[in-house]
């Protein structure tokens, strides 16, 4: 079986400034095949402090339309531990979405490593700031 890395992000927004952008560009990766959703919850901590968890399929209807158009296999895998996590980075009055994704644009790739009998030993994603400043400082 074909299984390309399998990924996840946390994606804050302090104040709940959530402003539904994510939802198509999300639907293209999916649509083009690049990534398979696998699960994907979203997170609110209200003023005092509670946690509020909700799916997809629970959001607001002004919310949900954006992600209705999801073609993914959502659900089962964010674990009530992976949710608390989420959760422990939270300030008061914000909100965050849990994805997982698989990387189907890696999955030949990855077979062929497992084929070869090769193993991951480290991988990491290289943040947008310290790429974003190492291309600024090469480029003068």
Do not use: C
């Amino acid at each position: 079986m074909a299984l390309g890395p399998v990924e996840y992000i946390i994606v804050g927004f302090p104040e709940n400034n959530f402003q539904g952008k994510i939802a198509p560009e999300l639907a293209n990766l999916i649509e083009s095949g690049t990534v398979r959703v696998l699960d994907l919850v979203f997170l609110a901590k209200d003023v005092d402090g509670s946690i509020v968890t909700l799916e997809f399929d629970q959001l607001a209807k002004s919310e949900i339309e954006a992600f209705n158009a999801l073609d993914a296999d959502i659900g089962g895998i964010l674990s009530a531990e992976d949710i608390e996590h989420a959760a422990s980075f939270l300030e008061p009055n914000s909100s965050a979405a849990l994805l997982i994704w698989e990387d189907l644009w890696a999955a030949p790739f990855a077979t062929a490593v497992r084929e070869a009998g090769g193993v991951l030993i480290e991988g990491a994603r290289v943040p947008f700031e310290l790429v974003s400043a190492l291309e600024e400082a090469l480029s003068k």
